[in-house]
């Protein structure tokens, strides 16, 4: 069963709204979640580095005031798009270990498309 | 820079046949791989695995071949059955405590019945 939930898994929204999108570990706490990002084609690519309790490490070239990430608790990290435009619409999705060195288990990715 | 590569966008068999996926990767400092498949609309799902301190690891009907002198692993499925549908992704993971994922393109592989 689902070990990462991912919510929601659509969105579609006019340009300039602001999206939240939330990443759940269901049975176990993970100080540390990973944000991807997806493009046609393409691979996934880690966008940030979500630490609870502590900031996000940005992988390089990724904005962080566009893509606000917040790790409330061991269980829950929400990834915000701010003041979306259709250049963000893309697949977003996250994961989660265990511990580290164990295999991640990602949620089910979030549609996002702006128009 | 793609430092994961696969380099076929798809793959095709027969059912019952052996499905073998391949990725390159470029960076030496990457000493874990893994690999994920993904149905359309779901997340990736954790496979199979290989330190790069082995060259094969064997589970079921799926073996992770590793040639660190080559720089390349393969996925081997054997036999192929169609709800092996899906898309794999190779992925690594670099040398140190971080365990952040570098994942290639991924292959589409269709098993006919």
């Known amino acids: 069963g689902a070990v990462v939930s991912q919510h929601p898994s659509r969105v579609i929204c006019k340009s300039g709204t602001s999206v939240k999108i939330e990443c759940r570990s269901l049975?176990?706490?993970?100080?540390?979640m990973f944000w991807y990002r997806q493009f046609p084609k393409q691979s996934l690519m880690l966008m940030a580095t979500?630490?609870?309790?502590?900031?996000?490490?940005?992988e390089q070239g990724v904005e962080k005031d566009k893509f606000l990430i917040n790790h409330a608790s061991l269980t829950l990290s929400t990834l915000t798009v701010t003041s979306a435009h259709p250049e963000d619409s893309s697949f977003y999705i996250c994961?989660?270990?265990?511990?580290?060195?164990?295999?991640?288990?990602f949620g089910d990715g979030t549609r996002l498309s702006i128009l | 820079d793609q430092q994961v590569k696969q380099n076929s966008p798809s793959l095709s068999v027969q059912e019952g046949r052996i499905s073998i996926l391949n990725c390159d990767y470029t960076n030496s400092m990457f000493d874990y791989f893994l690999w994920y498949k993904k149905y359309p609309a779901e997340g990736p799902t954790f496979l199979i695995s290989i330190s790069s301190i082995k060259d094969k690891n064997e589970d079921g009907r799926f073996t992770v071949f590793l040639n660190k002198s080559a720089k390349h692993l393969s996925l081997h499925i054997v036999p192929s059955q169609p709800g092996d549908s899906a898309v794999y992704f190779c992925?690594?993971?670099?040398?140190?405590?971080?365990?952040?994922?570098?994942f290639g393109k991924g292959t589409l592989l269709t098993v006919n019945p």
């Open positions: 979500s630490n609870e309790g502590s900031k996000a490490t940005y």
């Open positions: 994961s989660a270990s265990y511990l580290e060195g164990q295999p991640q288990h």
């Open positions: 992925a690594s993971l670099g040398g140190g405590s971080n365990y952040k994922l570098t």
């Open positions: 049975d176990f706490q993970a100080t540390t």
